[in-house]
């Protein structure tokens, strides 16, 4: 394995912009790596060799001529397959769009391509990103690079463990309910769901609308940073857009210590339900930030008891009329009935009994249930109220602290099998990454070390609307501190990836 796939984004940029390597050499490199380890590991559903090397010859060229480039051209990136790609496969993992090739880009992907990243390939996701394993995938499972016998997260589990198998350096994920920092966290990257509005939804396949944010997943943290600020901004096509950046993100990565910041801890996100190896693991991280000069209280958001219940019904309801459009006629597969009348309503049922999965059917009728006339109320009124307790609950606790930290996840990553039968079981697994969506507040994963298990475990940090910046130095230090006492980073550990990358990047 070349040693080019084991640096960083940030790494790359600087021996690109010095010219010590070509971004078809990089470009290549990324694509013999995915050619060699993902028939096991599946992270991609489409491989764009073609695409991802011309742009990597035109930024060579641009370079040779003296050109100004963006300082990530050349670098190259994956996207999770529910991010539309002019002229490229964009199937959001369904039946439903197999073969479609859009004709346009996302903004998203309109700014990687301006800024010269070469596209890698889409990657793997659960069917229209409701799940959290990426075994929803109508295109097979995507395996963890740490074990292959366990699922990546989900539903981002394709663009972490691209990051995480070295297949690319940068991907892009969506966060609807923890699509980017679950999957961050089992499979030992670094994930980032920007504040609601941060980054366009302009040609992400919506999920969720109130909650969908595109957001960078990555090996580290500055890296993150330098796709964060080169993907947000505002969008005069998203109407929920924020008017403008952020603030400076890449600069927050270079804090060295946490002076003067006030760290909550969530007393409802971490209790029983939580493997005493993430627990572990979240209690020695607390103890670094407290070395590095936070200081750590403990707060409470009773409301976040509520959140779970709450989002499983504002995300059916939402799904359900975003997906109305796949009817067999207006958008995506058609399939006639075998016999009888070809009317409407039986092309529809036809057409959406084939194209969709049991999870997808399951949040369409549950969300249309509690849309209907009569349970309005009761359900999805109900849960909206539950909503703004919770937004509530954020704001009271950025009264006393500056942020909010959990563990990512309840647990370490899964075997497959494990919870797909139990829909509920799959569906705990997110307790700790829905309140920041249903709030519209940025958040990170950030490794904190292996559980017991030998498993990565994810730390979590929430802040207030736009204040994505303390998120970023928050991570930044941890990551840093932890890396001084282990003498690698945690990736460099993973024992069953598909060849000795570990040892590799260790040296
Ligand atoms: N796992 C969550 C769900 O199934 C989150 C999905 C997401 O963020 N896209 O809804």
Known sequence: MSEIVTATAAELSRRLQAKEVSAVEVTQAHLDRIAQVDGEVHAFLHVNDEEALATARDVDERRARGEELHPLAGVPIAVKDVVVT?????????????????????????????????????????????????????????????????????????????????????????????????????????GVKPTYGGVSRYGLIALASSLDQAGPVSRTVRDSALLHELIGGHDPRDSTSLPDPVGDLVEATEALDLRGMRVGVVRELGGDGYQPGVRASFTAALGLLEEAGAQVVEVSCPSFDYALAAYYLILPAEASSNLAKFDGMRCGLRVEPEDGPLTAERVMAATRGAGFGDEVKRRVILGTHALSAGYYDA??????????????????????????????????AFRFGEKLDDPMAMYLNDVATIPANL???????????????????????LAPVREDARLYRVGAVLERLLDERRGHPLLAEAPSLPTTVAQEATR
């Open 86 to 190: 002019k002229g490229q496969p964009t199937t959001a993992a369904s039946k439903m769009l197999e073969g479609w090739l859009p004709p346009y880009d996302a903004t998203v992907v309109e700014r990687l391509r301006a800024a010269g990243l070469p596209i890698l390939g889409k990657t793997n996701l659960d069917e229209f990103a409701m799940g959290s394993s990426t075994e929803h995938s109508a295109f097979g499972p995507t395996r963890n690079p740490w074990d292959l016998d366990r699922i990546p997260g989900g539903s981002g589990g394709g663009s972490a463990a691209a990051v995480a198998a070295y297949e690319a350096p940068l991907a892009i994920g969506t966060d609807t309910g923890g699509s980017i920092r679950q999957p961050a966290a089992v499979t030992g990257s670094v």
């Open 439 to 461: 709030a519209g507040v940025p958040g990170i994963s950030v490794p904190s070390g292996l559980s017991d298990d030998g498993l990565p475990v994810g730390f979590q940090a």
């Open 379 to 412: 359900y999805y009124g109900s849960a909206q109220q539950v909503r703004t307790l919770i937004q509530r609950d954020f704001a009271a606790a950025f009264e006393q602290v500056d942020v909010l930290v959990s563990p990512t996840a309840p647990t370490t």
